[in-house]
């Protein structure tokens, strides 16, 4: 793949459509070709994914729990949130950057952990974790990443984070956390929000049983022939996708691909408690963040558990269905912990999204699904070009808001009147 070509399963005759409607004389359509420099928005990233992916590793990155209600309310939320900029202001010298655990950001990014990353892109991994590198943002390894801590350790210049899901043996969680020390990873993120797995049922619909596709998907699997060929070349060259930061702890089978979803039931925890978050902190003296959590309560909790921040998630919609959106129950956190570091994901797909959560006070925000598309999309180049779009339109959106630097941005934020009830409480705007 050169010259920012993209291999998606474009389907040509739509690529340049001059079809017009009887209605209207000119058709409104995302770009569906395979240049990336023409895809200008996560959204384009997205339906490029979506084409080149069969659908059951579509629905895998996409599918939310249940009915999907968080998953479409972390969109809907920021339809609600809107700006009141300031004009004639020389924003010539605009300044995005963040300060992070002692680490300078150009933007208040980071990559959060996907697991099975090479079911979007062979070497999924390790190609996010180059796309962070080059833009110098944090990436996120999952326990559950196809690629090892140690690989990823080896890139350089990145600035990994790893993300510890506690298992049900104690002794993999010490041996993660020391091999995470050991591959110079520079922050922990512990992931408190799946100690049940979830029911993620347009996934498991992919599925007669656990790790056999139906034939449905089996045969539209087969019909993505550039995601197959690529799939088998990897198989060829690396064997079958293991989660690999597991390798040592389970036999291969166990591990494998196919055997994913059992592993992953039997080991989540669900007696997880603050109790393993403080063994944690005794094993880690870097930068510790609790991810999954939703009030202030639990917030507090975490601070006085010797965490230095949190990731307010709903674990994109994955989890809990129903639950309230992280940039709902952001400002009266802030409110209550204002200088306590936080960091907010679930639905952000634009630039002004992140912009609207540093103005409710977030400290930075995860990606999850944005980076993932554009690593579906087209790899490392895709990831890349994902984490650029955000980037760019953060620095738009500053320009046109006359903002020199992220504190200002607080200052253009317009709350509409407390529309939405966060947790039986007013969604408030203001800080
Ligand atoms: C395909 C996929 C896999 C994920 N795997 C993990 C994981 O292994 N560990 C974790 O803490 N979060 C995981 N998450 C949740 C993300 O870290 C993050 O919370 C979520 O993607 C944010 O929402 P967004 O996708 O709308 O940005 C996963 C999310 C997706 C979409």
């Given amino acids: 793949m050169t010259g920012g070509e993209f291999e998606g399963n474009c389907i040509q005759p739509k690529r340049f459509s001059t079809r017009v409607s009887q209605k209207h004389n000119v058709r409104r359509h995302l770009y569906i070709g395979c240049d990336l420099k023409r895809v200008q928005t996560i959204d384009e990233l997205r ?3 979506e ?3 069969p659908a059951f590793a579509w629905q895998y990155i996409e599918s939310g729990s249940e009915d999907e209600l968080t998953l479409e309310r972390n969109r809907r939320v920021f339809r609600n949130i809107s700006f009141v900029p300031s004009t004639l202001v020389d924003t010539s010298g605009l300044d995005s950057s963040v300060e992070l655990f002692g680490a300078r950001l150009p933007a208040p990014l980071v990559v959060a952990p996907t697991g099975f990353n090479g079911l979007a892109f062979p070497g999924g991994d390790s190609a996010l974790a180059r796309a962070a590198q080059r833009a110098r943002i944090p990436f996120t390894l999952s326990s559950f990443a196809n690629e090892s801590i140690e690989e990823i350790g080896t890139i350089p210049g990145a600035q990994n984070w790893f993300q510890l899901y506690i298992l049900e ?6 041996r993660l956390v020391e091999r995470a020390r050991q591959a110079n990873f520079k922050a922990l993120v512990v992931t408190t929000d799946a100690n049940v797995s979830s029911a993620r049922e347009w996934q498991r619909r992919c599925y007669r049983s656990p790790g056999k596709l139906s034939h449905p998907h089996l045969f539209d699997a087969l019909c993505h022939i550039r995601w197959v060929r690529e799939y088998v070349r990897r198989m060829v060259s690396h064997g079958e996708p293991v989660f690999a930061n597991l390798a040592e ?9 196919a055997k994913a979803a059992s592993l992953i039931t039997s080991q989540l925890k669900p007696r997880i408690t603050w109790d393993d978050v403080r063994k944690i902190r005794q094993l880690w003296d870097g930068p510790l963040l609790v991810k ?8 507090i909790r975490a601070r006085n558990t010797g965490v230095d921040g949190v990731v307010l998630s709903n674990h994109g919609g994955r989890q809990l269905d129903c639950a309230v959106s992280p940039i709902e129950v952001l400002p009266a956190i802030r409110n209550r912990l204002p200088d306590f570091p936080i960091l907010v994901d679930s639905g952000f797909r634009r630039g002004s999204d992140v912009l609207k959560a540093l103005a409710l006070g977030a400290n930075a925000v995860m990606v999850g699904r944005a980076t993932l598309y554009g690593l579906a999309a087209a790899g490392e180049g895709g990831a890349a070009h994902a984490i650029n779009i955000l980037m ?15 504190a200002c941005v607080a200052r253009h934020i317009n709350c509409p009147a407390a529309t939405h009830s966060a947790g039986g409480g007013d969604f408030h705007c203001s800080r």
């Fill in 47 to 49: 339906a490029a994914a």
């Fill in 169 to 174: 043996d104690p002794s993999i969680t010490t």
């Fill in 249 to 257: 702890f389970f036999p291969r089978r166990q591990i494998s691909a």
């Fill in 292 to 299: 999954g959590v939703m009030t202030e309560a639990d917030t």
């Fill in 51 to 53: 084409r080149r992916l």
């Fill in 392 to 406: 760019s339109e953060i620095h738009r959106v500053m320009g046109l808001l006359g903002c020199l630097d992220l």
